[in-house]
């Protein structure tokens, strides 16, 4: 039922090999018509996830904003891995649809002698027994868009905002969610970082939310690494000042937080550097609601 536990002497340290093919490889879509083969259907799909993981939590938030707890299943992979690729230990618990122990059984069972990237999130059909997708950005979308049927009637990804979203991705995304990782020792991506980080700050001072005053996936996407900002990557200040300094982004995220999608789906213990002093995400803001 459970992976052995991680030996990196034995299996060796994790390794992504890369070479011509895309870095996620599956990337087949749901749809709520059944169009591309995998039609939306309520009990169908299960998502492995990481709680350690933001791209994971993009997901994970998005079927808890739509109600869609029953409709897909979730389970996690333990937050260490050696060169097996993530598995599944006693911690997070077992793997729920499959009893596989390793990750890497899902893959290999979609495509004999698979050599790729071995990540979560990862989308899985039960009916046809075989990786749908692991490319984050697709499965958050379809979460938020193909099972309105079956969903509580919110609508995070809008069609009369997706070019927004999309836009505001194109800003935030290279600078803050894939750049906090360099920030700390390269002065160009802190540089850009620190910018953006600004710039946020202004412009939550008159919005509620990214796209005004409900929360849409850009808010999803954002607010996954703001939770992680202080906790990894600025831990001491490494990268400038904290979220808490931040008046209007900091109660912006202690905002979403209390929001039982976004607490529910976090996991500090899964994330935060040892011996991390947190601040009080539980706290209350004073904000006042979006002006026009």
């Known amino acids: 039922m459970y992976a052995s536990d991680v030996d990196v002497e034995k299996y060796g340290e994790y390794r992504i090999n890369r ?4 870095l996620y490889r599956f990337a087949n879509r749901i749809t709520s018509d059944g169009s591309s083969g995998f039609p939306a259907e309520p009990g169908r799909y299960h998502v492995y996830a990481g709680w350690f993981c933001p791209w994971s939590q993009r997901v994970t938030i998005e079927i808890e904003l739509n109600g869609l707890r029953d409709a897909i299943s979730v389970s996690y992979v333990d937050g260490e891995r050696d060169g097996r690729g993530w598995a599944f230990r006693e911690r997070n618990g077992p793997d729920s649809v499959n009893g596989f122990t390793l990750l890497r059984e899902a893959y290999e069972v ?23 997708s692991n490319d984050f950005v697709g499965i958050g979308i379809d979460v938020a868009t193909q099972f309105r049927q079956w969903s509580n009637g919110v609508d995070t990804y809008p ?23 360099r920030a700390s020792g390269d002065p160009v991506a802190r ?18 939310y990214l796209l005004g005053e409900f929360v849409t996936e850009a808010d999803v996407r954002l607010w996954v690494t703001l939770v992680r900002y202080d906790a990894q990557s600025n831990v001491g200040g490494q990268i400038g000042p904290p979220l808490t300094d931040y008046a209007n982004l900091w109660a912006y995220a202690r905002d979403l937080y209390q929001l039982p999608a976004f607490s529910v789906t976090t996991d500090f213990s899964t994330f935060s550097r040892p011996d991390t002093a947190l601040p009080n995400w ?3 803001s004073e904000r006042q609601p979006a002006r026009a």
């Open 282 to 284: 539980a706290e209350r």
């Open 19 to 22: 070479d011509d093919r895309p």
């Open 110 to 132: 979609t495509e004999p002698g698979f050599d790729g990237h071995i990540s979560v999130p990862t989308l899985w059909d039960r009916v046809t027994g075989r990786v749908v």
């Open 159 to 181: 069609k009369a905002l997706q070019n927004e979203i999309e836009t505001l991705d194109g800003w935030i995304g290279p600078s803050i969610n894939q750049g906090v990782g």
């Open 191 to 208: 540089a850009a970082l620190l910018d953006v980080l600004s710039d946020l700050e202004q412009q939550l001072g008159s919005s509620r």
